[in-house]
């Protein structure tokens, strides 16, 4: 897939909805955190719930590839901590924080779909459930929980997308299948998610204030947006990855700085502006380097 055919087939879409939900943020007064109760809650377990019931990832698979996302999170934090030396503690933890988190959710999801078609939607929701879990635990262990690690496992515990993606699970040990007006029901809600995400996003976008680029957000950005694809292609070379699983590793890891590492920087009183920062510019950065990738995913499922 050449440049302008990821631009036009790819990002073209996700601009175009989250380009109406930034004018809508601009536009009204939107409630934020009512939108992302309704995602949080309702249409991402939705999503992994229908996902996981009718993938055609093995476990194996799937083992693998969160084996490899999860040391590619770790190299980020690396990568965070190596950037942002010399700078105060709590910025230095909000620099990890923003290179290691990436949006997934709202931004890689749907650009998977575009990009990779269902079955790589497939392997970027399981990254996905791997991020939410990574999210919860990493972010507070980083930015200082106050209720320490018991309090970042009960915010994952209290997470509707862990308990839908176990019932999937189970569902699917045992051979069972959910009754047809209720299956039919989760899919009408998992086919919202991924344009309410979006819109979601741009929501966020088009509210954000202007952001002065410093030298944490700039160490931040450049991390996220440059040195974890790299790594992440590495990685999943080193551990054996190829084709669709190696593909989704990267466009995974060249998403932007999760909209979530924010919110938890706020909950737990962490650098707010910094992280604030990296969201936003980095999501605005992705736009184009997002579709570099895309156009080098082709390659990338060569390789092996």
């Known amino acids: 897939m050449g440049l302008l055919a990821a631009l036009l087939d790819v990002m073209v879409p996700v601009l175009v909805v989250a380009g109406i939900g930034a004018l809508l943020g601009r536009r009204f007064t939107l409630d934020q955190a009512t939108i992302g109760k309704i995602a949080l809650n309702a249409l991402t377990p939705a999503l992994c719930l ?6 055609r990832v093995s476990g194996r698979e799937g083992a693998h590839l969160l084996g490899a996302y999860l040391v590619v ?11 942002s030396m010399g700078m105060p503690g709590r910025t230095r933890r ?13 931004m890689g999801l749907p650009i998977a779909l575009f990009a990779l078609g269902p079955v790589g939607l497939d392997q970027s929701v399981l990254i996905f ?8 635990v990493l972010a507070p262990a980083l930015l200082g929980s106050a209720d320490g690690a018991r309090g ?3 915010a994952v515990l209290r997470l509707p997308a862990i308990w839908a993606m176990a019932a999937a699970l189970v569902l699917r040990a045992g051979g069972w299948q959910l009754p047809t ?12 998610t991924l344009p309410m995400i979006l819109l979601a996003l741009g929501v966020q976008l088009g509210s954000s204030q202007r952001v002065v680029v410093t030298r944490p957000i700039a160490a931040a950005v450049a991390g996220r947006i440059l040195v974890v694809p790299a790594l992440a292609l590495g990685v999943g070379l080193a551990l054996g990855l190829a084709a669709l699983p190696l593909q989704a590793l990267v466009l995974a890891a060249a998403m932007p700085t999760a909209v979530n590492a924010f919110i938890l920087a706020q909950e737990y009183e962490g650098d707010v502006p910094t992280v604030a ?3 936003t510019v980095s999501t ?4 184009a380097t997002v579709a570099v990738v895309t156009a080098l995913l082709p390659w990338v499922g060569s390789l092996a």
């Open 50 to 55: 229908h996902t996981l019931l009718t993938t």
């Open 73 to 83: 999170v770790v190299l980020a934090c690396g990568v965070g901590f190596l950037s």
């Open 94 to 106: 909000g620099v990890m924080v923003a290179t290691a988190i990436g949006n997934n959710g709202n």
């Open 129 to 136: 459930l791997g991020s939410v879990i990574v999210t919860f």
């Open 152 to 154: 970042a496992v009960r």
């Open 181 to 192: 007006g209720i299956a039919r029901g989760v899919e009408l809600l998992s086919q919202a």
């Open 277 to 279: 920062g990296s969201v």
């Open 284 to 287: 605005l950065v992705s736009f």
